[in-house]
């Protein structure tokens, strides 16, 4: 089982194309782990932003009454792709895990298989 560094590390290496990522509590908002951004992609306020899309989702479907889950949430920007990977397992409701892509560099099929193994691997 990975922790949150080594989880991050991981889809830093082995994903093609990452801008940045971070393990997120939807709950609060609150980014747990961290790894890439920079001047251009401010991590912490893509967390907070983010936590008001998975939100949004959530509330939407409760509403909708669809009974099924997320697994992930795709944001296509020009130059990015934004993915979210709701987070499922017994101790880790509340958390998703986000990546920014560079679009020209990524490679969405493998991106969201290789978070999906990530996502098995994690322990937090």
Not at 36 to 62: F, Q
């Amino acid at each position: 089982m990975a922790n949150t560094e080594t989880a991050l590390k991981e889809a830093t290496t082995s994903i093609d194309g990452v801008v940045g990522a971070a393990l997120v509590d939807y709950t609060s908002g609150m980014a747990l782990g961290t790894i890439g951004g920079g001047k251009e992609l401010d991590l912490s306020v893509a967390a907070a932003g983010n936590t008001d899309v998975v939100r949004a989702k959530l509330r939407t479907m409760e509403l909708l009454g669809l009974k099924d889950e997320i697994e992930d949430i795709l944001i296509s920007l020009g130059t990015q792709y934004h993915l979210i990977r709701l987070i499922k397992g017994r101790n880790n409701n509340g958390l998703f895990l986000y990546l920014a892509l560079d679009k020209d560099r990524a490679n969405l099929a493998m991106a969201r298989h290789q978070l999906r193994r990530i996502e098995t691997s994690l322990d937090v």
